[in-house]
């Protein structure tokens, strides 16, 4: 049963535009969610996070959204980079399950120069 | 080195046989976790050890695996008698402390049973 699920394998953006990777999830268990990139043959890289308290979390060109009544999440990239593209998983865990990440299965987002 | 480090990055092992899998952690790390990521799935949690125990091993299939942290800081993960299904890559993990969940992976072992 696939707790945290991203909908969309595959994504392309031109170069410069917004990409939009969008996560759900069904545990409402879940107060903590993460973002990981990973290029192929390495592994993943934690990318940005936030906490259930809040709806928001910017860094930089990366921003992360939340709607809990919704359990989505959804992370933004503006403006795209040809660097960005790789394999973007969305993570979930809980309180008392912190130690274990949730992932789901991955978008590849392709940012056409 | 800097980061997580993963031995051997590839291994290609006959059905029935015994495997381990190593990963040196951060230094200072006294979490790490082991994760496995089958083609076209996220990574799937197996165990988290907190210093030199297995405070969770909830993840793990079955009996045939197990991992050991004998000294809190390098992890072996060992596979008896592998089957195809087992064919992933092995990914692990590593954390300042307990209830950190931005962990820092490595790159992984892609374990193939033929």
């Known amino acids: 049963d696939q707790q945290v699920k991203q909908n969309s394998p595959s994504l392309s953006v031109q170069e410069g535009r917004i990409s939009i990777l969008n996560c759900d999830y069904t545990?409402?268990?879940?107060?903590?969610f993460l973002w990981y990139k990973k290029y192929p043959a390495e592994g993943p890289t934690f990318l940005i996070s936030?906490?259930?308290?809040?709806d928001k979390n910017e860094d930089g060109r990366f921003t992360v959204f939340l709607n809990k009544s919704a359990k989505h999440l959804s992370l933004h990239i503006v403006p795209s980079q040809p660097g960005d593209s790789a394999v973007y998983f969305c993570?979930?865990?809980?309180?008392?399950?912190?130690?274990?990440?949730?992932f789901g299965t991955g978008t590849r987002l392709t940012v056409i120069p | 080195g800097a980061g997580v480090s993963q031995t051997p990055s590839n291994k290609v092992t006959e059905k029935g046989k015994y495997v381990e899998l190593r990963c040196d952690p951060i230094?200072?790390?006294?979490?790490l976790y082991w994760y496995r990521q089958s083609l076209g799935q996220g990574p799937e949690f197996l165990i988290y050890?907190?210093?030199?125990?297995?405070?969770?091993d909830s993840g793990l299939p079955n009996d045939r695996f197990f991992a050991v942290r004998p000294e809190g800081s390098v992890s072996t993960l060992k596979i008896q008698r592998t089957e195809r299904g087992d064919s992933a890559v092995y990914l692990c993990?590593?954390?300042?402390?307990?209830?950190?969940?931005?962990?820092?992976f490595g790159q992984g072992t892609r374990l193939t049973v033929v």
């Open positions: 993990a590593s954390s300042l402390g307990a209830m950190n969940t931005e962990a820092f």
């Open positions: 936030i906490s259930s308290i809040k």
């Open positions: 545990n409402s268990m879940f107060d903590y």
């Open positions: 050890f907190q210093g030199t125990g297995a405070a969770d």
């Open positions: 230094s200072g790390h006294t979490a």
């Open positions: 993570a979930a865990s809980g309180l008392t399950g912190a130690n274990n990440l949730f």
